[in-house]
């Protein structure tokens, strides 16, 4: 018995579909996986520089000064003293102003009372 051609076309055509989708798919996964390494290399690439950057601006900033800049103005009493001086003018502020608010509320609110109680006693007797 010999096998019947459109079978055997058949099978082999299978069989070279099968091989066909092996190979794309081999080189799509190797692709695939170049560009995802192209990718993370990039990220890391990037996260290297920044913290490059970072570390450089922190030594220059440093060696410009500016933190030592911070130590000689409190040593020089420049912080301490804009303190102080806040400090005195607000309590002194809030006293002054407390001690004649607290006359000039309590002399109209007697002057007030005064007249009240005037005119009522005016209008019922």
Known sequence: MLPDLESFKQAIDKQTHRQSDRQTNTQTDRHTDRYT???????????TDRQADRQTH???DR???RQVGRQ???????????QTNRQTDRQTERQT???TDRQTDRQTDRQTDRQRSSLFIHLFL
């Open 97 to 99: 102003d407390r001690q």
């Open 58 to 60: 922190r030594q220059t």
């Open 37 to 47: 390494d192209r990718q993370t290399h990039r990220q890391i690439d990037r996260q």
């Open 72 to 82: 000689t103005d409190r040593q020089t009493g420049r912080h301490t003293d804009r």
């Open 63 to 65: 060696q410009t000064g």
